[in-house]
């Protein structure tokens, strides 16, 4: 009897030991605030739920940065971290927010647009909770997010997620895809909210241009790429070939399907008069032939069996012994996203976007991601936001 | 919280009671023990809204 209780303790006290170390670990990482200072630019910061009352007081609510110009023009939403895990949209979006001047027009950025899933992980893939980024002042910190959003904040899944308005039939793990759930509905499963909140930001704001920025498997085809519908084509391909030309790196236009519903690219230019677009850079971290998931194979990219896949022709992008780091993919966006408002403001004179002192891809090659992030410790309080 | 979100945490906490029962009742049989303790897991660290 005696010998029952004592294994029942040892038992027990191994129990508690794995709860609270791998529990702790997941609390700290779900509550842990990205610092983000707002830089010259920024003349405003809302909520995303004061374009829909739904999103109040849940996980789903998120910041919106506006950087309006001296001038009127036109306006440019940039969403990213839609899927949490492709973090190099969200390092762009901030340093747009940290370092931007709108001389002409506005900018809107959002740049946690899943903020549910960017406080959820995969911890069967392995996934790294955080990733720390070099700076001039120390090291920045980040949450390292999911695909989708948390079951903690959108539960249960149906056995089918039926696409809202266009009843099409998609997995259910898309219900809480927030790029399956466009345009959404007020009343909806809480992504479908998120993006109904993003369509009236669009329609209420007048925004004539909408990113939203990705990164994409090395092995999948729609890579390095802008996607976009019919009535963005003609801007996406002068963005490719003048970034291509100019700057040197491989981007080219994926059309949006028209079949495939719930995708930014598809249903913002459906439902509302925004050109959508939608950015993808290579992300080794996330094809499924790769050694461990380490915070290593998230910044830099090397992973020597991609390599070999490279040798064999199986990749869709370059790829050789100096990975695809995430300055690379970093910089690509902020070239591509200037390059867009560029072709849009040649296009729409009367509507143009004029920003300064959003680096480009050759400017963050050479000085890093974090070189472009201030210190919070030397900035004024009311310019420091915790998302 | 809607309604189906409390019958799911109404169901966890009746399932960790469950197992807790079986685990004390659990006299000989080592492997039952640790696999109570094992299932246990997951419903705890949903009833805290942990993952």
């Known amino acids: 009897m005696a010998r029952t209780w004592i294994a029942k303790a040892i038992l027990l006290a191994l129990f508690l030991a794995v709860l609270v170390q791998g529990g702790s670990r997941l609390f700290r990482h779900r509550h842990f605030d990205i610092t983000v200072v707002a830089g010259p630019g920024v003349t405003k910061v809302v909520h995303l739920s004061d374009y829909c009352q739904g999103l109040k007081g849940t996980m789903a609510d998120t910041l919106v940065f506006f950087m309006e110009g001296k001038e009127a023009g036109g306006k440019m939403l940039i969403m990213s971290n839609t899927h949490a895990n492709e973090p190099e949209g969200f390092l762009a979006a901030l340093i747009i927010i940290e370092n931007a001047v709108v001389e002409k027009g506005t900018l809107l950025v959002i740049p ?214 995430l300055e690379k993919r970093v910089g690509q966006h902020c070239s591509v996203t200037l390059e867009i408002m560029r072709q849009y403001s040649k296009k729409s004179p009367e509507k143009a976007i004029i920003v300064q002192d959003i680096p480009r891809y050759a400017d963050i090659v050479k000085n890093g991601v974090g070189h472009y992030f201030h210190d919070p410790k030397g900035a004024e309080k009311n310019k420091i936001y915790l998302n | 919280m809607s309604l189906i979100m409390i019958f799911y945490y109404a169901i966890c906490i009746y399932l960790i009671g469950l197992l807790v029962w079986n685990f004390i009742r659990e006299k000989k049989n080592f492997e039952d023990m640790t696999l109570y303790l094992l299932v246990l897991i997951p419903l705890i660290l949903r009833v805290l809204r942990v993952k």
């Open chain 1, 112 to 325: 946690q647009f899943n903020h549910s899933a960017s406080r959820n992980t995969r911890p069967g893939d392995g996934y790294p909770l955080f990733y720390e980024i070099a700076t001039e002042w120390g090291k920045k910190k980040f949450r390292m997010g999911n695909r989708d959003a948390s079951p903690l904040d959108q539960w249960p899944d149906p056995d089918v997620y039926i696409h809202y308005p266009d009843r099409q039939l998609l997995s259910f793990i898309d219900v809480r895809n927030v790029n399956r759930t466009w345009p959404g509905r007020p009343n909806g499963p809480l992504m479908e909210r998120v993006t109904f909140a993003a369509m009236e930001i669009m329609r209420q704001e007048k925004v004539d241009v909408a990113v939203d920025i990705h990164g994409a498997e090395t092995m999948f085809p729609v890579t390095n790429c802008i996607v976009a519908p019919e009535k963005s084509q003609k801007i996406a391909t002068l963005a490719t070939l003048t970034v291509k030309a100019r700057e040197g790196f491989d981007n080219h236009v994926e059309p949006s399907p028209s079949g495939f519903r719930g995708l930014s690219h598809r249903e913002i230019g459906d439902y509302s008069a925004t050109l959508p677009f939608l950015l993808e850079a290579p992300i080794p971290f996330l094809d499924q032939p790769t050694g461990p998931k380490t915070e290593k194979l998230l910044l830099d990219g090397k992973d020597p069996f991609l390599l070999s896949l490279a040798g064999k022709k199986k990749l869709f992008v370059p790829y050789d012994e100096s990975g695809w780091p």
